[in-house]
């Protein structure tokens, strides 16, 4: 049984995020950098060690969006790879999909849990769809090093930063007249490769480790108030020198 103390202050955490979030849709804001933050929170508020949004491209082909590092990326891209996983279940079924310990689901998915068990990093998922009017966009899904189920009152709490991050999604052009979803999924996918493409550009230069380049990146374009793929475009075109975006960004 949690301590009052402890109790009251995570739900300081909880009202903290979703003011911060409601703030940030209120004006013109970023897709990717909002996503992000969204799960830097759910893996805060849930006790996960990691966390990443996939979205839905406009074909129906899942691709990711944001993730907490760069080893929650590495799983995901594994099960893309393979076609396989609980957060592809629970893209293709709109509901939550909870995986206590992963090496005991290979009869499941066989090729991704053999991938994955290769680097065992994480032992336990729980996917949680974004869903529109039962149909799902894409999934949060949160990764534990150690095996074991997340308890339901904090499922109850990671359906609700999906839907989060589902409002952030649909929110901005796409609420206008109900129109162009499917442009509202591209622009943010593609706003995720050109990001992809600036942290390369970055590590390459400097050296800094991937998840560390995005740090960069996300602190350089707060700083001098750019939005994130702007930055991101300048410095795969080279409009801008990355070490005087790394020194800027590390001071």
């Known amino acids: 049984m949690s301590r009052p103390g402890r109790q ?6 909880v009202a903290r995020a979703f003011v911060t979030l409601a703030d940030s849709l209120v004006d013109d804001y970023d897709v990717i950098d909002l996503l992000t933050r969204l799960v830097g929170y759910s893996v805060s508020l849930l006790e996960a060690d990691a966390g990443a949004i996939m979205l839905a491209d406009p074909a129906g082909r899942l691709r990711q969006v944001a993730a907490s590092s760069e080893d929650a990326h590495l799983l995901e891209l594994m099960q ?21 310990d992963l090496e005991r689901a290979s009869e499941r998915w066989p090729s991704f849990v053999a991938a994955a068990m290769r680097q065992p990093v994480f032992r336990s998922v729980y996917a949680v769809p974004l869903r529109l009017r039962g149909e799902a966009l894409g999934a949060l899904n949160l990764f534990h090093g150690q095996p074991g189920s997340m308890p339901v009152e904090d499922q109850v ?7 989060v991050a589902t ?10 007249h109900g129109e162009v979803l499917n442009e509202q999924l591209q622009t943010a996918l593609n706003s995720r490769v050109i990001i992809e493409q600036a942290k390369g550009v970055l590590a390459q230069h400097s ?3 991937m998840d560390q380049a995005f740090n960069a990146l996300r602190r350089y374009a707060r700083i ?4 994130l793929v702007d ?19 590390q001071r």
């Open 157 to 163: 709490l990671g359906q609700a930063l999906a839907d």
């Open 224 to 227: 001098n108030n750019l939005r």
């Open 80 to 100: 893309l790879q393979n076609d396989e996983g609980p957060c592809l279940d629970c893209f293709r079924t709109a509901a939550p999909v909870t995986v206590p």
């Open 8 to 13: 009251s202050t995570r739900e300081q955490q």
């Open 207 to 209: 050296g800094l480790p």
């Open 167 to 176: 409002i952030s999604i649909l929110h901005e052009r796409a609420v206008r």
């Open 231 to 249: 930055l991101a475009r300048d410095v795969v075109e080279r409009q801008l020198d990355p070490g005087l975006l790394v020194t800027t960004a």
